[in-house]
């Protein structure tokens, strides 16, 4: 029952860490970055390319929440789903300090979202062209939040190349909604991703020079049913 | 919250002997899901010097009103305790302790309350970052 010490495979403490750790007078200002996207498409990768530490695993144990999706008359005793989320942490100076976090793309950890969402600075919505459909619940749900977001196409070696044009007319994305492509594997890439999202923030967070024109209501876009939501009162 | 306090003893009655049973995560916070403080994912926590009482040896007795703290603290409370010696967000205490992130938001509120943790500010709370942020933000990931 001792979380920390019992278990073998217990995550490991990323060690001394910068600086700031150990200063309990302050603590450094701290900031979030969500990555969403389908599964495998590269969110723990994006994440582990330019963290800090390796990346570390949070879970949220989901109950009753799932039980309009989850069957469990075939499974009784079960009552518990439990989602994992991978995170890393990136010390931007010394009372500055930004979080990445990996969150699951599928539509029922919704009440997940709305968690990590909160505060964020934006979200990196990742595609993988070959199942594109995949990242539709995350645009949706960004798009209702107003969270600022961009599209990094991840591209994957013997996949085709398409142009950041194609993927915006076929995820039916605003004009001025970013799309990259990039490489998670490399930290470059990543951190261009990463500055793009930030300028994207700044383009839509009032006081801007040049404000962004309002966006209208998502449902105003023709666009497939991606039918996802935001619940900011959670 | 006055009512903060109980959960983190341990309980009365005999204590299982099997060190492999896991608590059931919400028994260890009552059935409460939700705190007074504002925790977010990336919200720092840290334990106060007086507080100190997370140390190895259950035998140890903190010099803390109440008595022998160290041996009526759920272990659980035990190792949130030690690993806020150093600065700490909620979603760092939630994986390196393998406790779910809405137990240790529980834990964390309930410390807070008695005053054994200190929860820093983010510096926007649930709002969204300010132009100032951003653009530190910004150059912060310029200088990578």
């Not at chain 1, 969150?103 to 594109?132: C, E, H, N, S, Y």
């Not at chain 1, 962004?212 to 959670?234: F, K, M, N, Q, T």
């Amino acid at each position: 029952m001792d979380y920390a010490d019992s278990d073998a495979t217990a995550p490991r403490d990323p060690g001394p860490g910068p600086g700031w750790q150990t200063d309990l007078s302050r603590a450094p200002a701290a900031t979030k970055i969500v990555i969403a996207g389908g599964f495998g498409v590269g969110k723990t990768t994006f994440v582990g390319s330019v963290s800090e530490i390796t990346p570390l695993r949070t879970e949220a144990v989901m109950t009753t929440a799932g039980e309009e999706v989850d069957d469990h008359t075939a499974v009784p005793a079960k009552a518990t789903t439990t989602v994992a989320m991978d995170f890393g942490r990136i010390t931007l100076d010394t009372d500055l300090v930004l979080y990445l976090f990996g969150t699951p793309g599928q539509q029922r950890f919704w009440f997940m979202w709305d968690d990590v969402v909160r505060g964020a600075i934006g979200a990196v919505v990742l595609v993988d062209t070959r199942r594109l459909a995949d990242c539709f619940p995350a645009l949706d749900y960004f798009e209702s939040c107003r969270l600022p977001y961009v599209v990094a196409v991840n591209h994957f070696e013997g996949t085709a190349r398409h142009s950041p044009e194609a993927v915006r007319e076929a995820l039916s994305l605003e004009p001025d909604v970013p799309v990259i492509t990039m490489d998670a594997r490399h930290r470059i890439t990543v951190v261009e991703t990463l500055l793009t999202l930030v300028g994207r923030a700044l383009e839509t967070t009032p006081g801007a020079v040049s404000r962004a024109v309002h966006r209208a209501a998502p449902s105003a876009a023709p666009e497939p049913s991606r039918g996802g939501r935001c619940d900011g009162s959670s | 919250m006055s009512t903060a306090a109980p959960a983190l003893r341990a309980p009365a009655g005999p204590v299982p002997e099997r060190p492999t049973a896991r608590v059931r995560p919400y028994s260890l916070t009552g059935g409460r899901g939700r705190c007074g403080h504002v925790l977010l994912m990336e919200t720092f926590v840290a334990a106060l010097a007086d507080a100190d009482e997370g140390r190895g040896d259950p035998g140890a007795v903190a010099a803390a009103p109440g008595g022998a703290l160290a041996s009526w603290l759920l272990p659980e409370v035990r190792a949130v305790l030690g690993l806020c010696r150093r600065l700490r967000s909620v979603a760092e205490v939630s994986a390196l302790l393998r406790m779910p992130l809405g137990v240790v938001r529980v834990l964390l509120g309930d410390l807070a309350d008695q005053g054994r943790i200190r929860v820093y500010g983010t510096g926007h709370l649930t709002g969204r970052p300010d132009r100032a942020l951003l653009e530190r933000v910004l150059s912060g990931l310029r200088r990578l």
